[in-house]
Nanobody, 114 residues
């Protein structure tokens, strides 16, 4: 069963940057499509970035051009570099398998102040 531990969130002013990390275990990490999700207050969880084993990436329109997803298969870790942050990026960020999400981790809180 997949286990995921997210970290790197915090409070940042609009226009700032954060880098999130997610350590995965319990899966053959290098074979899986990984994704970053976020859940804004009062909203459903949404998928914002995806990276395939072959390093192809895809982004939600709302973050395209500002966020960059990457992975280190040697460390079983996926990252999300977030630049030019906006208040609407505020939420809890989770990583998981992008195709068939397993158990969710605790997430990491990102708060962007205006």
């Amino acid at each position: 069963q997949v286990q995921l531990v997210e970290s790197g969130g915090g409070l940042v002013q609009a226009g700032g940057s954060l880098r999130l990390s997610c350590a995965a275990s319990g899966i053959i990490f290098k074979l899986n499509v990984m994704g970053w999700y976020r859940q804004a207050p009062g909203k459903q969880r949404e998928l914002v970035a995806v990276i395939t084993p072959g390093l192809r990436t895809n982004y939600a329109d709302s973050v395209n051009g500002r966020f960059t997803i990457s992975r280190d298969n040697a460390k079983n870790t996926v990252y999300l570099q977030m630049n030019s942050l906006k208040p609407e990026d505020t939420g809890v960020y989770y990583c998981n398998l992008a195709t068939t999400p397993g158990s969710w981790g605790q997430g990491t809180q990102v708060t962007v102040s205006s």
